[in-house]
């Protein structure tokens, strides 16, 4: 065996995972009594000569390995060395570190606590607009007509949409074979529209373009109008995929935020609260537009099905609540310059057909009432419900005890009953 002599082979070597000496097995003496600590490379030897290192004379016991995860243990002529791996522990660290100027804190707080404008529109939304200002107008009683706001090439992307408002008016009558009152409720809000003129029976079913929507019930068992109400599926996809509401642009929010309403209304001395009966009802939709809303209808099973068309605008349209509100806020300027209170409830105290409002004693409250409903009228709307609070006249009925619920029922969004947090 030949031997080089180096000045340096290589810095100290540490084991990569330690291993103490009491740890090695009973009655092993190490080869390296410090080995847990490493040490200087001293000689250098190739793999060829590894096998005659190890202690193959007398049968003794050459290899220890306990179980997975030990290391193993050779006998040397040297004595015991070390090799493999040994079974570690490991634990999970999670640091977290957040560091924040104060400049950000400030900033943060008050993106927080500020009350947001309004957004801006969209292009969609200034599009709405600019539809119904060019297209409304009113009749000679003062009633407003809208058209329904199609986007562009909305009307050539709707496909055949009767045969599945068959399906589901067949289903809606399998329902009313399960529940008899459901029906003759229903039935009876019907006719009510046939009176009122907000449906009306189609004549002339040639048309070439018009959309079918299918109709079901919304039940309310605590209303003190009306329990059941249609509502109509603007949303059901015709045989091109594509639904009426799918072709219809939205509209903008035009009325204040409830949040900005709820603090004016609690301002007041006198709270008054009312609402406007059928609101969307009282806002005729032009007859051009009204093979659009097109619904399947019979009274009982022995009757053929006939197609009506609605003449209003109508719940379930992704328009609908704009073109209604819009009205309203377009009656305020129409007619609200001889009527200001009545114009500045129409504009500012309103949550889609709620009204939320007050004076600073009864004479103004009695005033602003009398314009409300005057100027309302001019627009075929009619205020309902109207109740008041006085904060300084115990003796009149408090708004809530008109209601007739139980404390469970009350809708108090206000915190007229209990204080809420908006």
Known sequence: ?????????????????????????????????????????????????????????????????????????LNTVFGWIV????????????????????????????????????????????DCEQHFQQFHY??????????LPFKMGGLQMIGDSKQSALSRFSQLERRFKRDESLRNEYAKVIRE??????????????????????????????????????????SAKSTSGISLNDCLMVGPVVQDALFDLILRFRVNSVALVADIEKMYLQVKVHQEHTPYQRILWRFSEEEPIEVYELQRVTFGLGPSSFLATRVLQQLAEDEGELLPLGKRALL???????????????NQASLLVQEL????????????????????????????????????DQFDPLGIIGPIIV
């Open 348 to 362: 500012e105290d309103f949550y889609v057909d709620d009204f939320l409002g007050g004076a600073s004693d009864e």
């Open 373 to 408: 409903r005057l100027l309302l009228q001019k627009g075929g709307f009619v205020l309902k419900k109207m109740d008041f609070e006085s904060a300084t006249c115990p003796d009149e009925k408090a708004v809530l005890d008109s209601i007739d619920l139980g404390a469970e």
């Open 1 to 73: 065996m030949d031997f080089a002599v180096l000045e340096h082979i290589t810095s100290a070597i540490l084991p990569m995972q330690p291993l103490a000496l009491k740890e090695l097995p009973v009655n092993l003496v190490a080869a390296d009594p410090d080995m847990e600590n490493g040490g200087e490379v001293d000689v250098l030897l190739g793999s060829e000569f590894f096998f005659e290192f190890l202690d193959l004379d007398g049968g003794r016991q050459q290899i220890i390995k306990d179980n997975d995860g030990s290391p193993l243990f």
């Open 83 to 126: 090799t493999g791996t040994k079974k570690q522990i490991t634990g999970d660290a999670v640091t977290f570190c957040s560091q924040a100027s104060l400049e950000k804190q400030i900033e943060r707080f008050w993106s927080c606590e500020e009350i947001h404008t309004a957004s801006k529109l969209t292009q969609e939304e200034r």
């Open 193 to 234: 529209y046939i009176s009122l003129g907000f449906l009306a029976k189609v004549q002339d079913r040639n048309v070439d373009c018009s959309f079918y929507l299918p109709h079901h019930p919304v039940i309310k068992m605590f209303s003190t109008s009306t329990k059941v109400r249609p509502v109509f599926d603007g």
């Open 138 to 147: 009113r009749e000679k009683g003062g009633r407003y007509v809208v058209q």
